[in-house]
Every structure is written in C-alpha cells, then in structure tokens.
C-alpha cells in the first residue's frame, strides 16, 4: 500500500527530512507499506491540505495546524503569543491536558498527530531591535499569524501581510521596517542583508508554531498492526530529531546574523511579560470572543509550567 | 483556424425564448463580474493610500481583492462563453464536413457541460460544508468562506445552462457549429482564419 | 501503469482534446477529470472545485486583471494614434522612420499593456493601414505589427512573468526587469529587418525621410504626456516602495482609465462598457485556463506523472545546451497550439527543476520562455495576434500575414541564441536593480 504525504516545504527543509525519516523506516522494514512525500506544494497548496486530510483524500501532511484555525478555531492557541517559552517548555506542553484536548478536536476531524513538533522565531527590523511593545510603535510591520497581526497592532505597529517570501523585496524598497517569521525562514530568504538587528528566539521568546506530522485516522486504523507499530516507532524517533533540529535552527539563525554583521538582541523575562500582558488584551481577548469556550483551553495552555 | 475573436461576436438567439432568457442572464453575469473586477482595482488602490499615506494597518484589503477576482472570474464564465471567448483551437473541426462537424460539435459541447454541471454539483457540496460548519478563513478579518465559496457553484451552473443553449442554438440553426463557415478553409477577408 | 506511459497517453489524449474545438480550459478540465476517475477514483473529483478555487487564491494573480484593464483603456481610445503619430514626427529623419515609429509605438505601449493582442490592436489600428498607404509592403506593415505586439508580454508589465512568477515562487518585480533589455533587443532586430527587406524590396524610396518642422514636433507633445507619466508612475510605484507589483498594477488600471475618461473623453457608460467587457472577458478567459491548468497539473502530480518525467530528463545524460535546444523545441511547440498561461503553469512545475539543477538561471529562463510563447502569439494555428491584424486589415490575405510574420519569428530566435550566448542581457539590469539574486 502505498500512503501519500503531502507538504509546503523543500527537500533541504528540516520538515521534508522528518517525513522522509519516517518514509525511509518503513520502507527499510519491509511490511508492504510505502510513503509517497509530494514536498514543495507539488500537489496541494499549503492551505490546502487540511481539508482533503480530514476526508481521507490525503493520507499524511506536515502542517502548521494554525492553518485550519478558520474551521477549527481551537487550533489557532497553536500560534499564539507567549503560549510557549522555549523549545523544552514546548515539549512539556505537549504531554500535557491542553495538547490531549487538541488531540480530541482533530480526531472529530478523522485526523492524529504521528510527530509533534514546534518551529520557533524571531524579530527583525531594518533600524532598531525589536524586544519590547515599545520597539514597534508606528512601525510596518509583517508578522505570522493572525494572532502576532492582532497583538502587533495593539502595540501601534500597522500591519502589512504578505508571504514570508516578499519580506525581502519589501524591506529593500520600503515598503517593510520590521518582520517576524520564523528563524528558517529568516535564513533561507537571506533577511540578514536588510535589516540592522535581530532578535533570535533564546531564553525567551514569542513566536512559537505547531508544526506536527499528521495522518488521517481511519487510514492509519485501516493499517495492519505491524505497520501500524512500524509507523509509532519511526515516528517516535522522528520526533527526537525534530526537537534537535528545531533547537539548532535558532542558534543558525543567530550565528548567520551575527557573521553578516547584524545586532543580535535579547528579549528579557521583562520583555516577556510585557508582550504576554499586551497579548492578553489583544490576541487572546479576540480569541475568547471568537469561540467562548477557549477560555478553558487557554488557561490550561497557560498552566503548563 | 480559431481563437478567440476580438470583436463582438455573441452568439445569436433569433426570438427563441429559452436562448434569449440565457442570454440575459449570462449578460448579467458579466456586468457582475465586470464590477467585481473594478471594485478590486478601486479597493487595492485604497489599500496603498492607507498603507503608505496614513501608514495605518490594511486587515481587509488584500482578502476581498483576491476573492472579488476569483469570483468575478467564475462568475464571468457564462458570459464569456456567451461572446464565445474562451479560445480554443479548432483544428479537427476545420478539417471535418458539416455533417461531422455539427454531430461533433453537439459531442463536445455536452463533454463541457457535463464537467461544468459536475463542478457546478461538487462546488455546492463544498459550500454546503463550508456553510454549514461556519469555516472562516485564517486572517484576523476571518471573512465566513460560504460567501466567496458561493462563486463555485453559482458560476459554473450558469457556465452550464450557457453551453446547454449553446448546443441548442446549433441544433435549432440559429448558429454554426463552432461559428465556421462551410468551407473555412477557403474563406478569405470576414475575420475567419 | 507505468507513470511514463501513463504520462504518454495523458499527452495524447489532451492534444485530441484541445484539437476537438473544446476551449482550452474546459478541455484540460475534462482530460484532468477522467484520468482522476480512472486511476484515482472518485475521491479526487470531490475535489477538483476545491483544488480550483486554491489555485486561484493569490494575490499576485490580481495583477492580471489589472494590466489587461490598463491596456484596454488605452487602446480604446486615440491614445495609440497619438503615440505613434508623435514618434513619426520625431523618428522621420530616420530612414524607414515610419516603420520603425511604429514598432517604437509599440514597445512603449507595452510598458503600459500586459497583454499582446492589446498592444497589437492599439498600434495597429493606426499602423497598418498608414504604413501600406505609404507602400510598405504589406507583408512588413502587418508583420512588424504582428511581432511588435507580442513585446506586450516581455516589456514589462506582463501577463505571463506574473503567471510564470507565481508557478515558480519568483519575484515578480524582478521577472518584470529582466523583460526590459531583451525587449529592447528584439525591438532593434525587428526595426533592422523591416528597413533592410523594405529597402530590398525596391520600395527605398518610402524609406526617405519626409520632414517635420520642431514646432510640429513639440506640438504634439502634451498628447504623449499622459502615457510618460503613467509609466513613471507605475515603474516609480513598483521599485520605489510604495506597493508590490500586485498592488501597482491597480494604481495603473485607475490611472488609465482615468486619462481615458478625463483626457480622451471617454465619459459615456457604452464606451466605458467597452473597455470592461473587453477587459472581463480576456481576464476571465486567462484566469479560467490558469486555474484549470491547475487542475491538470494537481492530475499529473497525483499520479506520479511530473516527478517521473522529471526523473527520467534527469538520468539523460546529456549537454546542458542540448537539453536547453530541446526544451526550446518543446516549448515552441506547445507555444505552436496553448495559449502562453497554459504552457507556463504546465510545463513550469516540470521543467524548472531541471532546468535550475543543469545550472540555468530561473530568471534568464523565464525571458527565454516568454520570447518563446511570443513566437506563439504570431504563428498557427492558435496566434492570438494574428486575428487581431486579420481583424484590423481584412484584406490582407492570412497567407501574407504569415509570410510577413515569419522573419520577425526568425529575429526572436536570434534574440533566444544572443541570450543564451550573453545571458547578462536578462540577469543584469535586475540584479542592478534589486541586488543579487536570491
Ligand atoms: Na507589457
Ligand atoms: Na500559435
């Protein structure tokens, strides 16, 4: 049987290598199970996966689950500021009562997470560091994520989105001062040779993504047991090294701003809670009032220690 | 040869009733779509004031431009099948009788209609689900997707009502099959290629 | 089945489609539909209106609607005639100058038109029949038309550069600089071959220069004015920081229709509707073949078709420069029959991974395929630009258009050959620009 696993990213992508370990592992163990990766959006579009996912038309993607937070709104606590620390936190975050809740939405949706993982980011700004709300004040700002655009503008930055891919262009003519994305991305579109100063995700930091690798349900109740364990085990091993990498993708980040001469700046316990307060009375308040009942859900996000 | 005709060349109805109230509907639907379209380039254009002017945020802009033109270009479909605009290449066509050429003519026209009346079915399951479970899309503005979704099954219903008479208007000799003359190849000087 | 078999049969199944008088769109739809029923079963049909709606939720493909309104505003106007008539005035002491005026005229509607056929008609409409009364031959005064019209495409603003920005995740803004000098290019080859063939011809005397004093020359200055300033705007909007090219090309639909409405006079509501319907029905067709094409490609992909003919291209062992010369020949060919969106977003996805893995240049590329999906626009069977001139001057025989059109196809294969030997011709003025690539 042969499982098609559809995602946005390149083949050099730490996500495209996740997947293609979990291919690689079951294809070494011989259990009459194949997985097809279609990498780069060459079958459906990034936002497009969610939907034939939970139908059974795809078997597997590696997906910001944030993306569906337009029909699952729960979703949208998977990009949500200051929800996350650092990347251990992350992990505890994930054992814990809010990720399970989580869990129980997607299986409405005939949908389980095989990895579980976060990506981190940072800011950066053509002129001056961002690290504190007051850094963006009147600022032209792109950020990731509805929730980032919301707190943001609550700062006094306004707002401009656009993909990951302009923010070059935009700051080079302009039309951009500042940009948080996520610290691969801030590489892999070589953002260092516009701005003056970065803000890699450390000890503290805001933007954190649930990216996890998931599989439709009834596809993966359908597999035989020995491919069923096969596909556990693999992942489980998978999952160590998207922490690993995750991990090391920040210190890149800083290391390749630092060479070419940008300012590397830290955000402070202080800044932290200062974005969290702002955050609360933006995002999270616009989260609230969009499903009443993640209240709930918030508050056990933020219970996790 | 073919292409598309870049004068006016909508399809001729005579006084038959069910081809003159398609026409008026697929008409209608181009003067949508054609506002649709202008609405696009006067948001945009207000998009870059508040942006570079006021150096205020744009939450709205962007989402409506792109659905706004999605939507006229579905909804644009049955007018522009009316004008015959689609372009197409009518090789085989040219090269056939005219006997062949209407029964292929009618055979390629219900292929069309048969996908376009298939799109037109699963487009309304599609914005039925979207209705139904209250999908957004991810953006702060969070604009309910029925709304843009609705262009899917409205836009290629009308596509196929407009090809249903299009087949009509041939099997009634209202038209040619494929708008040629006879004897194409040896036409000259009437904008037949 | 094996996926390059498979492949095969798709191949021939949609050139029987597309050959049987069924719009393009609608044809790829069809082939893409069947060939999901049979070997992906009914599931992925489910899908398609989805998969269709998808490929057409971006912004970058706004822009299209946008370049075509501002073409078709201004070609609905005087606007063409005044252009060209300014350049002659200026141009006359130049041998040949009418001719070369003319294909002046057209580059410089190009900076202001995305499409083709309306740079063809605008200029043409004056062009033609002003030539063939000086005694041009008529092969060169609809051939030059004919060719100078498919600048539209390569001059930016572009209909194509955008679509084949979005195919590939390309800047767009860069797609529209690298357009500039190989159009300048073609240009002074189109401008060299219609003097030398006129001048063969025994028509040399029409070559003379006729005489306009400088006050006639500045007279009609102020009527060129407007199209200086929209085009300043526009490039100043795009480059200057203002907005993307997406957004920049609302700010020039505004614009044009504005000077239509306010300098040209273009006030009543049918006039005005002309623009638009003309302007909906070329977007709505584009866009319809961009989102089937779309459709087609998510078939191709589903079953495995794109990857294993990219697999197969990449275990032939050949020269970089044979494997350009085919890909060449596959794209003129397509370029012989599908509108030029079409061949872009189906042969993008298959063709730019081993074209940037042999070491090519995604932008040189992209200039490369649009002179291609020019010679496209001026040859048979499906050569938009050639109804516009039979449309124009029904009575120059097809036989002539096409003998006439025929050497400026020669010219751009010259252009394609002086581009692959000095490529800097695309590559430079963006790098300049915008800084190194990416
Ligand atoms: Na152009
Ligand atoms: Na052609």
């Keep these: ?305 | 040869m073919t292409g598309t005709r870049m004068n006016d060349n909508k399809a001729l109805t005579g006084s038959d009733p069910f081809l003159r109230v398609t026409a008026a509907i697929s008409t209608l639907c181009g003067w949508i779509a054609a506002g649709m379209v202008v609405a696009a380039v006067f948001i945009t254009c207000q998009m870059i004031f508040v942006r570079f002017v006021l150096n205020h945020s744009t939450i709205w802009q962007t989402e409506a431009v792109v659905y706004l033109v999605i939507a006229a270009t579905l909804i644009g479909l049955p007018y522009v099948q009316r004008l015959k605009g689609h372009v197409n290449v009518d090789l085989i066509p040219i090269a056939l009788q005219f006997g062949p050429r209407k029964v292929l003519y009618v055979v390629v026209l219900s292929a069309s209609a048969l996908v376009m009346g298939m799109l037109a079915f699963y487009g309304y399951d599609f914005w039925q689900v979207a209705y139904q479970r209250g999908w957004k899309s991810d953006t702060v503005w969070g604009v309910r997707l029925w709304i843009p979704y609705l262009a899917i099954p409205v836009g290629f219903g009308l596509m196929t009502l407009q090809i249903v008479a299009d087949i009509w208007a041939v099997l009634k000799g209202h038209e040619r099959p494929f708008g040629l003359v006879r004897d194409p190849l040896n036409a000259s000087g009437t904008g037949e290629l | 089945m094996d996926p390059l078999l498979l492949g095969g049969v798709v191949g021939i199944v949609t050139i029987l489609v597309l050959f049987s008088g069924m719009s393009v769109a609608v044809g790829l739809l069809v082939v893409s539909g069947g060939f999901l029923i049979i070997f992906d079963g009914m599931r992925s049909l489910t899908l398609m209106p989805e998969i269709l709606f998808a490929k057409l939720d971006d912004f970058a493909l706004l822009a299209i609607p946008m370049f075509i309104i501002m073409g078709a505003s201004i070609a609905s106007t005087r606007a063409g005639a005044d252009l060209y008539e300014a350049l002659e005035r200026w141009l006359t002491r130049v041998p040949g100058g009418l001719v070369i005026s003319n294909l002046g005229a057209c580059a410089l509607f190009s900076a202001m038109s995305g499409s083709s056929p309306a740079t063809c008609a605008a200029i043409g409409k004056m062009g033609i029949p002003e030539m063939r009364k000086r005694g041009y031959p008529d092969g060169v005064a609809a051939g030059s038309i004919a060719a100078g019209g498919t600048l539209g495409i390569l001059i930016p603003p572009s209909v194509t550069m955008i679509v084949y920005g979005v195919a590939t995740e390309t800047s767009i803004g860069r797609l529209f600089l690298a357009g500039v000098l190989p159009g300048m290019l073609l240009v002074a080859l189109f401008m060299a071959w219609s003097v030398w063939t006129t001048w063969r011809s025994g028509n040399a005397a029409v070559l003379s220069p006729t005489f306009y004093s400088w006050r006639e020359r500045f007279e009609i200055m102020p009527r060129v004015l407007p199209f200086l300033l929209i085009i300043v705007g526009v490039l100043y909007a795009m480059y200057g920081g203002i907005a993307t090219p997406s957004e920049t090309a609302a700010v020039g639909a505004l614009l044009c229709l504005l000077v239509a409405m306010i300098i040209y006079r273009m006030w009543s509501p049918a006039a005005l509707w002309v623009v638009l319907r003309d302007s909906t029905r070329e977007s709505v067709m584009i866009l319809f073949i961009i989102a089937a094409a779309g459709v087609f490609s998510y078939m191709l992909s589903s079953l495995f078709i794109t990857q294993s003919i990219a697999e197969w291209i990449g275990t032939l062992d050949v020269n970089r420069w044979v494997l350009m010369g085919a890909v060449n020949v596959f794209l003129l060919i397509a370029g012989f029959f599908l509108p030029p969106v079409a061949v872009i977003l189906m042969a993008a996805p298959i063709l730019l991974p081993i074209i940037t893995a042999a070491g090519f240049d995604p932008i040189w590329f992209a200039v490369i395929l649009t002179i291609n999906m020019e010679i496209g626009l001026i040859s048979p069977p499906v050569g938009l630009n050639l109804y516009v001139i039979n449309g124009i001057a029904p009575d120059i025989p097809l036989k002539t258009i096409l003998k006439g059109s025929l050497p400026y196809v020669g010219c751009m294969v010259l252009a394609i050959i002086v581009l692959s030997v000095f490529p800097g011709i695309a590559t430079w003025l963006p790098d300049l620009v915008m800084g190194a690539a990416l």
């Design chain 1, 1 to 305: 049987e042969t499982l098609r696993l559809s995602h946005q990213w390149s083949t050099q992508d730490v996500r495209h290598k996740v997947a293609q370990m979990i291919a690689d592992e079951v294809k070494a163990a011989d259990i009459g199970l194949d997985i097809r990766i279609f990498p780069s959006s060459s079958l459906f579009k990034a936002r497009e996966q969610y939907t034939p996912l939970s139908r059974g038309q795809l078997d597997m993607t590696v997906l910001p689950l944030s993306y569906a937070g337009g029909q699952r709104a729960a979703y949208n606590l998977t990009l949500m500021p200051g929800l996350v620390k650092n990347h251990d936190h992350a992990a505890r975050l994930n054992e814990s009562p809010f990720m399970d809740d989580i869990k129980a939405i997607m299986a409405e949706d005939d949908v389980m997470v095989l990895v579980d993982g976060y990506l981190a980011g940072g800011f950066s700004g053509t002129e001056g560091c961002i690290t504190a709300p007051k850094d963006v004040e009147g600022k032209q700002m792109r950020a990731a994520g509805k929730a980032f655009e919301q707190m943001l503008a609550g700062a006094g930055a306004s707002i401009a989105s656009m993909a990951s891919s302009e923010i070059y262009n935009a700051m080079q003519t302009g039309v951009l001062d500042a940009a948080n994305t996520s610290s691969s991305s801030f590489v892999s579109y070589r953002i260092y040779e516009q701005v003056a100063c970065y803000t890699p995700p450390g000890e503290y930091a805001l933007w954190f993504m649930y990216q996890p690798l998931l599989m439709n349900k009834s596809t993966f109740e359908g597999l035989s047991e020995e491919q069923q364990d096969t596909l556990l085990e693999a992942s489980k091993k998978a999952e160590a090294f998207y922490l690993e990498e995750a991990k090391k993708e920040d210190a890149d980040s800083r290391e390749v701003f630092a060479q070419n001469g940008v300012e590397i700046a830290e955000m402070t316990q202080e800044d932290f809670d200062a974005w969290r307060e702002l955050a609360r009375e933006t995002s999270y308040a616009a989260f609230v009032e969009d499903l009443p009942e993640g209240q709930e859900l918030l508050d056990k996000a933020l219970a996790v220690e």
